[in-house]
Each structure stands twice: as C-alpha cells, then as structure tokens.
C-alpha cells in the first residue's frame, strides 16, 4: 500500500474536528487509496488544535453486507488477532465488580470468550461484521449481528461493563454513538475503549503497524490523546481516563471515580489456561485449533518456559504436516518460498499465516534452550522469509500485520547475529546489510529501533566472545544509536563499548569514558554493571596515569551512597588491592 506524504504544507481542507469540534482549515498529513473498491485517494485530515486526524471525505462503508473469504478469516484466527492484547483492557477492572458484560463491535468474539471462561460473566456481543458471525457458531456466544443505533438494542438490562475495542474509529457520528453506551451502563459501570492512536502517524512507523492503524476505508477517525479525552467528556462522561499504548489509545470512562485501573495487567497464567482450555474443544487442523495452540506455543516461548513449549509445539507441527505437508521439526528440508503466490488465499494454500511466527519461536527454543545454533539460524532465516511472503500476500489485500513484520525483521537479525559464534565477520557483515539493503519482497528498511537493538546485541555477543576486528565493525553505530536508549541498555552497550576501548583500540582514557557511562546509566536502578563498571573505571583511569580520576572512581566503590546495592565481597578486594598497588590516596 502507497502511502503519499508528500502533500503540500499550503494545502488544506475545510472540515470540523469530530473529536473537538475545532473549525479551522485542516492541514493534509497524507494521501493513500482507499482499500475499498473503486478505492478512490483520499485525504488524511489533521487538526491542529488536538491532533486528531480523519479522513473528511471517506464514504461509510456497509459492515453487515462485507463477505469475508475463507482464507481471510484463516489469517485472523492463526495470526491476525491478538486476543491477549484485546482482553486485557478487562484486568482494569476488578472481576468481582462485574455481573453483566457487553462488547461492542466484539468481532470473532475472544474477548467475551475470555471474559465467560476466566471470569465467569454473563457476556454479551454486538457486531453486525462477517467474523462475528463466524464466532457466534464456532465459540457459541451470543453475539447479535445488528448496528448499536439505541441503547435499547442491548436489550432492557444495563450492564457493569461495556468494552468497545477498535471500533469508535469506525463511527462516523462518535458523539451520539458514545452517548447511546453512556446509556447502556448500570450505575458505577465502566466503558472501556481502545482505539489507534493518531500520534503514530508518522512515516517513521512500520508499515505493519502503519498499515492496520489507518485502514483506508475503514478508519474514519483516528484519535489523539488528547481529542479522545475531549469527546468522552462531551459524551457526558465524568470519570474519564486515556492512555497511550504503542500504537493505541486505552481509555475509561464513567460517571463514578476509580471503577478502573488502565496501569493493570493482563494475568498471563490465567491467559494460558484459558488457551489451553479452548484448544481442547477445537481440532488442531483447522484455523481457530492451530491459532489457539501456536499463541499458547508463543506464549510459553517468550515466557523461556522451552520444555513446556516444545511440548506445545508438538500439535502445531503436527497440524502444518496435516494441513500443508510442511516438516517444521526438519528447517534444513523447509521448501523455498521463492514462488510463492502474493495473494493471501495462494499463501493459505501453501502455508499457515502464522508461519512466521512458528518458525520464529523454533528457532529461539533451538538458540536459547537446545544451544543448536546452526539450527535456530535456519528457522531464523526460514522465519524472515516466510514472514515477508505473508506480508505480501496481505498488502495485496490492503492489509498488513504487525507483528510479522516485527517478527520477521528480528529474525533475519538473529540469523545474522548468531553467526558471531562461529563466523564473527559474517556476523558483522550481516547486520551492515541489513542496514544497508531493502528487503528482497517488500523492498522495505528495517525500523530503526529494531535495528538498533539487533546491532547493540550481536555487538554485545562478539565483545563477549573476544571477536573485537568483527565487534569493531558495528562501534559506531552501536555508539550512535545510545541517544534513544534506555538505562540498561545503555549501561550494556557502553560496558561492551570501553572493553573494546581498553583490549582492541589499546585507549584507556576512551575505555575509562565509557566505563564512567556505563557506571552512570546503572546508577539510577543500581544495576548490575555498577561495581564492575566504576572498578574497570578506575583501572583504566590508573594505568592511564590519570591517579586522582581513579581515586573518585574507587572512592564511589568502596564509599557507596546510601541506597545503592552492596558491593560484593571480592570486587572489594580487588578495589582495596588496586588502591594499594597504584598508590591512590583514597
């Protein structure tokens, strides 16, 4: 999808802010065609009093008419919903609280699924979409497959709860919609809404975040902070709160104080169990059993649970040699990718959309718990592949999805970086690429912040390894990306940084600066490189003849301020031994 940012900063629309109702001539942010056939161009509107952006001349498309394609409906049950990201706006709520739920535009219906399997409530969904018809049958939810035009279309009883999940982005008239859910609440309910968040509008964003958040010819709406705070009080609401995620808004609201706490988590144990317990009901092979069991592999992967992953991984592979004749337990026999269809019912025929993903965390349980390094860089490489073929398939649908896309870039650095234990240069020349070239399908660059950290990572491991020529290779951008790091990383690249300085540059009075910045960046936190980091200071400070820098140096060891962690014993030792060696008068 082409997205033209190249407007002219004279140009500008007459329009009215639907979040502020500010009047003024609104600048364009962007162009980009509608998803939508004919998909005419259409303008991204930008309001310069809150930030909100809308699309002024979008056509409000027919829901309850839209007929999804099977494959379509494959990629959102493998890969495309987050069902842990759409449940967790419950844990702001204290479950005790809640008798009745309601969700609003609830889709496929995982939320409410969540909310009658871990909580117990009684649930209730509201979307008249072609997925929600989709759940309704396959989860058997009573969701109702209407438009939300009347409080009285939710049925006579309120309700403690009322989520609208990626939906009021949707609503062309977003003031009288929030005032129907106003009226649908018992009295102390809550609202909880999510909505993208317009302050990620920028060309900087990844096209697979970028992508799903505008939604040309979906999105009418796309909030700021602050003008999506400003429309839930017009609403009526008292009790509001919103609050930046990434990508999206998360908000509250009510007419009474503290019914919720957005700073709360979702429960992942609990989410654990509720994927276990639905896979149970659903066959592996079809797209709801392999989606459940891969997330749940997931899960366990990123929690570095790895027996308990390779135990769920069993199903998963199982069901892709089933559905696809695809051996996921054998990377170096995986099929090349080279000729795979850009469509998403081509791809389907080929492969899960969640591949990626799968592949992804294959090759981490190799990496991490296996130590089989050549074996995790073939999953790697297989993932990237695999991740850019079924973003392609779905870019030509007008879609894209995020977490692929994150997904795939780290893996194409991981199959680079892990090459430091047994080719260091290839290792470094890998992640130069990376920096230097598009990707092969796509022809996308890498986003700045995953390079970043897959560069200060594989700089990392060949320092650690005593590779230091290949190490040298990636300094300076390791140097230059520490601007937009944050304290522990920092204090681990700078640590890495001043022991090239001291062993391959042979530059003490550098590696002393760096050891001084790694010291600093621990400091706050009282991190684990503080000792080590203020000691080598001072040891290099010394044999720089620099003897009163490495004094104030052990003096901050051996002397620590109050509140910091304790020194251990034989770094102590080791400083007292320093000291006395080097004469410093302490």
Not at 145 to 158: C, H, K, N, V, W
Not at 204 to 232: D, K, N
Not at 307 to 321: D, F, G, L, S, Y
Not at 422 to 448: F, H, Q, T, W
Request: glycine share 8%; aromatic share 8%; with cysteine.
């Amino acid at each position: 999808m082409h997205i033209d940012w190249t407007t002219s900063s004279a140009a500008t629309i007459d329009a009215v802010c639907p979040a502020c109702t500010d009047a003024s001539p609104k600048s364009v942010r962007l162009n980009v065609h509608s998803a939508v056939p004919p998909n005419p161009l259409l303008p991204l509107a930008l309001c310069g009093r809150c930030g909100t952006a809308f699309f002024p001349t979008l056509q409000q498309p027919e829901y309850e008419s839209a007929q999804a394609t099977d494959a379509a409906l494959a990629f959102y049950l493998e890969q495309g919903a987050g069902i842990d990201v759409m449940a967790e706006p419950l844990a702001a709520i204290d479950p005790s609280k809640v008798r009745r739920y309601l969700e609003i535009g609830c889709g496929f219906g995982f939320s409410l699924d969540v909310a009658r399997t871990v909580f117990g409530w009684s649930v209730q969904g509201i979307d008249p979409g072609f997925a929600a018809r989709a759940g309704r049958e396959l989860l058997g939810l009573d969701i109702s497959s209407i438009y939300l035009r009347t409080p009285a279309d939710a049925g006579p009883e309120p309700f403690d709860l009322v989520l609208c999940s990626e939906v009021v982005e949707h609503i062309f008239e977003p003031l009288g919609f929030l005032s129907i859910l106003r009226g649908v609440l018992a009295p102390g309910g809550t609202l909880l809404l999510t909505t993208p968040n317009a302050g990620e509008i920028k060309p900087e964003t990844s096209a697979g975040v970028l992508v799903p958040l505008l939604s040309p010819g979906y999105h009418v709406t796309l909030y700021s902070r602050e003008g999506f705070e400003a429309l839930l009080r017009r609403a009526g609401f008292t009790a509001v709160s919103v609050v930046e995620h990434g990508p999206t808004l998360r908000a509250t609201a009510s007419m009474t104080e503290g019914t919720a706490d957005l700073s709360r988590r979702l429960d992942r144990a609990r989410y654990l169990d509720y994927l276990a317990e639905r896979s149970r009901t659903v066959a592996a092979d079809t797209p709801l059993g392999l989606g459940l069991r891969y997330r749940r592999f997931k899960e366990l992967t990123h929690a570095g649970r790895f027996a308990e992953a390779r135990e769920a991984a069993v199903p998963v592979i199982e069901a892709c040699r089933a559905r696809w004749g695809l051996e996921l337990d054998k990377p170096d026999a995986l099929p090349s990718m080279a000729d795979w269809p850009a469509d998403i019912a081509g791809f389907h025929d080929r492969a899960p959309f969640s591949l990626c993903g799968i592949l992804y965390c294959l090759g981490m349980a190799a990496w991490l718990h296996d130590d089989d390094r050549e074996r995790a860089r073939l999953y790697f490489q297989a993932a990237g592949e695999a991740g850019e073929r079924a973003r392609a398939a779905l870019q030509a649908a007008g879609a894209d999805d995020g977490e692929t896309d994150d997904l795939a870039w780290r893996a194409r650095g991981y199959a680079a970086g892990i090459l430091a234990w047994s080719d260091p240069l290839a290792a470094a020349g890998g992640i130069e690429r990376l920096e230097r070239e598009p990707s092969p399908v796509l022809g996308e660059r890498i986003p700045p912040a995953i390079l970043g950290g897959l560069r200060r990572q594989t700089f990392t491991d060949l320092v650690n390894l005593g590779q230091y020529a290949a190490a040298d290779r990636l300094a300076l951008g390791v140097e230059d990306d520490l601007v937009q790091c944050g304290p522990e990383e920092t204090a681990s690249a700078a640590f890495a940084l001043a022991i090239l300085s001291v062993n391959h540059r042979k530059a003490l009075k550098t590696a002393a600066g760096w050891f001084g910045k790694a010291a600093e960046a621990s400091r706050e936190r009282g991190g684990p490189l503080l000792w080590p980091a203020l000691y080598h200071q001072a040891e290099a400070l010394a044999a720089a003849g620099q003897k009163p820098a490495a004094a104030d140096a052990l003096r901050g060891l051996l002397s620590p301020a109050a509140g910091l962690p304790a020194v251990p014993a034989d770094l102590r030792a080791r400083a007292e031994k320093l000291a006395r060696s080097q004469r410093l008068s302490l």
